[in-house]
């Protein structure tokens, strides 16, 4: 049986094209790859997007601590919006870190699942 990692973008495409990823303070979290993620939730939050309260930068973590929640400071999920969770064939990635993969070359998902931000706002602590 094939098994599948999860992205979530903001942004809908028909191919995932690797980016170049930045992660403050860990390695394995900027590299020019397609990200992904076993855990579906962690890829859902960052399908909700992110929009500015300010000209500040925004920040948005993730940490264990929070659990299954994207912390947003100076900026917030883009209410009322939609948002896209990409199905992608585990057996091309290779593992990063965590729960996190990477895949070094483009990627068509299995699978394009629109998503409500608003259906997902428990996902989110915005301080």
């Not at 920040?59 to 659990?67: A, H, I, K, S, W």
Request: charged content about 25%; aromatic content about 12%; hydrophobic content about 35%.
């Amino acid at each position: 049986m094939k098994e599948y990692l999860y992205h979530g973008s903001p942004y809908k495409y028909d191919i995932l094209i690797p980016s170049q990823a930045f992660d403050i303070g860990v390695e394995a979290g900027c590299q020019l790859a397609v990200y992904a993620t076993s855990n579906r939730n962690m890829a859902l939050c960052f399908a909700l997007g992110c929009v500015a309260d300010s000209e500040k930068e925004v920040e948005r973590t993730m940490m264990p601590e929070y659990g299954d929640k994207m912390l947003f400071k100076n900026g917030h999920p883009n209410y009322g919006g939609k948002g896209y969770l990409y199905k992608l064939d585990k057996s091309k990635f290779t593992h990063a870190m965590g729960t996190q993969w990477v895949c070094y070359e483009e990627i068509i998902p299995e699978e394009i699942i629109e998503i409500q931000v608003n259906d997902y706002l428990d996902l989110c602590v915005v301080i």
